[in-house]
């Protein structure tokens, strides 16, 4: 008979007897070989006031466990937050691939998502300048995919030989251990301005798309070129996105590195909330399709990691979406304990020879083993949903107590079981790729261009987006102390960008361009590239309406109807918590006060009207927070009574007798026609941000 390992794979904990919780009224507490335990609060001694005697088992199993509570942390992404959802085909793809999650229509497939940074530890905060990991494990009927990807198409590096070079740059300096979670230090510079190939990732890197708003609100990607293949073994090349159904926005830095300090857990809390609430996070998956005999007819290298595919090359062919729809159950054993690889695949998808890819192929499989053991597959976050079975045995936290002689193979104890399956459909064979060359190290000449590509990311933005870039870059270079280093950034690789984007960094730290670029830059666009687009709608966009004693309910009242019927999360702000006191003497909850309540984590402001506008006028705090609202190009509303505020915090507005909107400042004379205000207010809203009431200094 062929062994079995006694397990029920299951991605929800509440299924399996182990892993759930289980503490119930009247449960007598025990040690963990179940011995009942009669004191957990005082060790054994000799003598009350005498040494912990060596004999008190309890209290050095209950002390070792603690010990080793932790896990090594993950070199690279090791802040991260995590969720429980699930992946709908929204039609039939099987005349790509023949991956079972792509063949039907309406087909759902289980899915745990995990989202980080790269640069920081565990204790970093949410929102620097960096990478967002974008993790997705399938859990299919064919086994395990893990789709391990970025929130930036690209990456900083062709080949996974230079990857420990690139992360020992970025990460602190080794001397002093400074900065923490930040590229804005002399050996990260260093290293990228001696690495052209680097500059692309720069582009996005500097761009607004490091600081996303929310996980919510930014795209995935595969980041590599991989294979279809489809039920006739024809392959194509594709590569994998991530479209977000709220669309794609971000913060600007000033806002980012205050959220840092006001609410260092910003997206995770966003994330955990709003899927509490109901508001689940979704994604359009699809991919970009280049039959095998086009491989060649781009004017770049499909394997080179650094290069998109432009869309109006090769539009994305949606798959289906990806929703999530439940918080884990414990931190540690769902999000800390999840071990992606980009080798588990299925059926159906395969590999390319993308030589960043091919590095990963073996970096991941030996930091899970390192980090979380050779048995990290069994763990239930882990495990597959359908059956699995074969002859490894053994090791460091085995979780299965496998039955019977045989671990080996071929055998005929167990009648040659598990069996090879040549024949199956579902079994993954290897794309039969022809394959000849002599051995070297070297790099193809299809990867050398370093630069079209930076020039057509920084070409495709809006005007507002190059200032973010140019501004990202000055900020950065200015931290760095070596004048060699931030002279070879611009000369080396910002003068092969653009002449805009040099000129103004050079200016803005105090140095000049003394380099001609390579080649003229060129002046390609991809409107895809640009973030420069309002949403569908405000659902979960943070709204404060500011008020205080003597405001107007009725006003009040009505637009938080208005803004929550649009999905919106409006929150009344006061000087002090509890209720206040309205005009018509009734009374109204204050959500949050206002030393609680940081500009920076909410998207709009709306200055409640009546007697306490007046008041809010005087108050520091309240001045403070409509001003980052303003220089953040943030939406901001009020009625006649806010003018003395709107003042205090040098905000223009007409307060006419109709409802007006300037630039995202939306004003009235008196707020009685709230249908109307509302509208505009939401439609400001959906613009998301002004960046012309940005100053020029906010993001440098």
């Given at each position: 008979?062929?062994?079995?390992?006694?397990?029920?794979?299951?991605?929800?904990?509440?299924?399996?007897?182990?892993?759930?919780?289980?503490?119930?009224?009247?449960?007598?507490m025990?040690?963990?070989?179940?011995?009942?335990?009669?004191d957990?609060q005082?060790?054994?001694?000799?003598?009350v006031?005498?040494?912990?005697?060596?004999?008190?088992?309890h209290?050095?199993?209950?002390?070792?466990?603690?010990?080793?509570?932790?896990?090594?942390?993950r070199v690279?992404?090791?802040?991260?937050?995590?969720?429980?959802?699930?992946?709908?085909?929204?039609?039939?793809?099987?005349?790509?691939?023949?991956?079972?999650?792509?063949?039907?229509?309406?087909?759902?497939?289980?899915?745990?998502?995990?989202?980080?940074?790269v640069?920081?530890?565990?204790?970093?905060a949410?929102?620097?300048?960096?990478?967002?990991?974008?993790?997705?494990?399938?859990?299919?009927?064919?086994?395990?995919?893990?789709?391990?990807?970025?929130?930036?198409?690209?990456?900083?590096?062709?080949?996974?030989?230079?990857?420990?070079?690139?992360?020992?740059?970025?990460?602190?300096?080794?001397?002093?251990?400074?900065?923490?979670?930040?590229?804005?230090?002399?050996?990260?510079?260093?290293?990228?301005?001696?690495?052209?190939?680097?500059?692309?990732?720069?582009?996005?890197?500097?761009?607004?798309?490091?600081?996303?708003?929310?996980?919510?609100?930014?795209?995935?990607?595969?980041?590599?070129?991989?294979?279809f293949?489809?039920?006739?073994?024809?392959?194509?090349?594709?590569?994998?996105?991530?479209?977000?159904?709220?669309?794609?926005?971000?913060?600007v830095?000033?806002?980012a590195?205050?959220?840092?300090?006001?609410?260092a857990?910003f997206?995770?809390?966003?994330?955990?909330?709003?899927?509490?609430?109901?508001?689940?996070?979704?994604?359009?998956?699809?991919?970009?399709?280049?039959?095998?005999?086009?491989?060649?007819?781009?004017?770049?290298?499909?394997?080179?990691?650094?290069?998109?595919?432009?869309?109006?090359?090769?539009?994305?062919?949606?798959?289906?979406?990806?929703?999530?729809?439940?918080?884990?159950?414990?931190?540690?054993?769902?999000?800390?304990?999840?071990?992606?690889?980009?080798?588990?695949?299925?059926?159906?998808?395969?590999?390319?020879?993308?030589p960043?890819?091919?590095g990963?192929?073996?970096?991941?499989?030996?930091?899970?083993?390192?980090?979380?053991?050779?048995?990290?597959?069994?763990?239930?976050?882990?495990?597959?949903?359908?059956?699995?079975?074969?002859?490894?045995?053994d090791?460091?936290s085995?979780?299965?107590?496998?039955?019977?002689?045989?671990s080996?193979?071929?055998?005929?104890?167990?009648k040659?079981?598990?069996?090879?399956?040549?024949?199956?459909?579902?079994?993954?064979?290897?794309?039969?790729?022809?394959?000849?060359?002599?051995?070297?190290?070297?790099?193809?000449?299809?990867?050398?261009?370093?630069?079209?590509?930076?020039?057509?990311?920084?070409?495709?933005?809006a005007?507002?987006?190059?200032?973010?870039?140019?501004?990202?870059?000055?900020?950065?270079?200015?931290?760095?102390?070596?004048?060699?280093?931030?002279?070879?950034?611009?000369?080396?690789?910002?003068?092969?960008?653009?002449?805009?984007?040099?000129?103004?960094?050079?200016?803005?730290?105090?140095?000049?361009?003394?380099a001609?670029?390579?080649?003229?830059?060129?002046?390609?666009?991809?409107?895809?590239?640009?973030?420069?687009?309002?949403?569908?709608?405000?659902?979960?966009?943070?709204?404060?309406?500011?008020?205080?004693?003597?405001?107007?309910?009725?006003?009040v009242?009505?637009?938080v109807?208005?803004?929550?019927?649009?999905?919106?999360?409006?929150?009344?702000?006061?000087?002090?918590?509890?209720?206040?006191?309205?005009?018509?003497?009734?009374?109204?909850?204050?959500?949050?006060?206002?030393?609680?309540?940081?500009?920076v984590?909410?998207?709009?402001?709306?200055?409640?009207?009546?007697?306490?506008?007046?008041?809010?006028?005087?108050?520091?705090?309240?001045?403070?927070?409509?001003?980052?609202m303003?220089?953040?190009?943030?939406?901001?509303?009020?009625?006649?009574?806010?003018?003395?505020?709107?003042d205090?915090?040098?905000?223009?507005?007409?307060?006419?007798?109709?409802?007006g909107?300037?630039?995202?400042?939306v004003?009235?004379?008196?707020?009685?026609?709230?249908?109307?205000?509302?509208?505009?207010f939401?439609?400001?809203?959906?613009?998301?941000?002004?960046?012309?009431?940005?100053?020029?200094?906010?993001?440098?």
């Amino acid at each position: 008979m062929p062994t079995k390992p006694t397990n029920k794979p299951s991605v929800d904990a509440k299924t399996q007897n182990l892993e759930a919780d289980t503490h119930v009224p009247g449960e007598t507490m025990t040690t963990n070989q179940g011995l009942p335990i009669s004191d957990d609060q005082n060790s054994l001694r000799a003598g009350v006031r005498g040494p912990t005697l060596l004999e008190d088992f309890h209290f050095r199993e209950k002390i070792t466990h603690f010990d080793h509570e932790r896990i090594p942390e993950r070199v690279v992404h090791a802040r991260g937050v995590a969720a429980h959802g699930y992946f709908e085909a929204t039609g039939d793809a099987s005349d790509i691939t023949r991956a079972s999650l792509f063949g039907k229509k309406g087909k759902r497939t289980p899915v745990f998502v995990r989202f980080s940074t790269v640069a920081g530890s565990r204790g970093s905060a949410d929102t620097p300048r960096d990478v967002r990991g974008f993790a997705v494990k399938f859990y299919t009927d064919e086994g395990v995919w893990d789709l391990v990807g970025n929130n930036i198409p690209v990456f900083f590096i062709q080949d996974a030989i230079k990857f420990p070079d690139l992360i020992h740059a970025v990460k602190p300096e080794p001397n002093n251990e400074i900065p923490q979670a930040a590229s804005a230090h002399d050996t990260f510079w260093d290293f990228v301005s001696l690495t052209p190939e680097t500059t692309h990732m720069l582009m996005w890197v500097m761009s607004d798309r490091a600081l996303p708003r929310s996980l919510a609100t930014m795209q995935g990607f595969g980041i590599h070129t991989f294979r279809f293949i489809n039920k006739k073994g024809v392959s194509s090349f594709v590569k994998f996105h991530f479209k977000p159904k709220k669309g794609v926005f971000s913060q600007v830095w000033d806002e980012a590195q205050k959220t840092a300090g006001k609410d260092a857990d910003f997206h995770r809390r966003d994330l955990f909330e709003s899927i509490e609430r109901g508001d689940f996070p979704e994604w359009e998956m699809g991919v970009q399709v280049v039959p095998e005999a086009d491989e060649h007819k781009f004017d770049f290298d499909l394997l080179d990691p650094t290069k998109i595919i432009p869309e109006e090359l090769v539009p994305v062919r949606p798959l289906g979406k990806l929703v999530l729809n439940r918080n884990p159950d414990n931190y540690f054993a769902e999000t800390e304990q999840v071990a992606f690889h980009p080798g588990h695949v299925v059926s159906g998808i395969d590999f390319s020879n993308d030589p960043l890819l091919q590095g990963r192929l073996f970096s991941y499989i030996d930091t899970q083993i390192k980090r979380v053991g050779p048995n990290f597959a069994q763990i239930p976050i882990n495990r597959p949903t359908c059956p699995f079975s074969n002859n490894q045995r053994d090791g460091e936290s085995q979780q299965l107590i496998h039955q019977g002689r045989v671990s080996y193979f071929p055998n005929s104890l167990a009648k040659g079981c598990p069996a090879h399956s040549p024949e199956g459909m579902n079994a993954f064979r290897s794309h039969a790729e022809k394959m000849d060359g002599v051995k070297v190290r070297q790099r193809s000449d299809s990867f050398s261009d370093h630069f079209s590509q930076a020039s057509l990311f920084f070409n495709s933005m809006a005007q507002w987006e190059k200032n973010h870039i140019i501004s990202a870059i000055s900020f950065e270079l200015n931290q760095c102390q070596v004048m060699e280093v931030k002279q070879r950034v611009i000369d080396e690789l910002l003068v092969n960008v653009s002449d805009e984007l040099a000129s103004h960094v050079a200016n803005n730290i105090g140095l000049k361009v003394t380099a001609k670029p390579k080649a003229k830059p060129p002046t390609k666009t991809s409107p895809a590239l640009s973030m420069d687009r309002p949403a569908d709608s405000i659902k979960g966009r943070a709204v404060a309406i500011l008020a205080g004693e003597g405001v107007d309910s009725n006003a009040v009242s009505g637009l938080v109807k208005q803004l929550k019927a649009a999905g919106a999360l409006p929150e009344v702000i006061a000087p002090t918590a509890g209720k206040i006191k309205a005009a018509d003497g009734s009374t109204l909850k204050v959500d949050r006060p206002l030393t609680n309540a940081p500009s920076v984590v909410f998207d709009a402001v709306f200055v409640a009207p009546g007697a306490s506008a007046a008041a809010l006028a005087k108050n520091p705090v309240a001045i403070q927070f409509v001003s980052e609202m303003n220089v953040h190009g943030k939406p901001i509303a009020g009625a006649a009574e806010a003018k003395q505020l709107f003042d205090a915090a040098h905000i223009a507005a007409a307060f006419g007798k109709k409802v007006g909107s300037e630039n995202g400042i939306v004003s009235v004379a008196k707020a009685d026609d709230l249908e109307t205000f509302a509208k505009t207010f939401i439609d400001a809203m959906k613009q998301h941000r002004f960046p012309s009431r940005q100053p020029e200094t906010i993001n440098a």
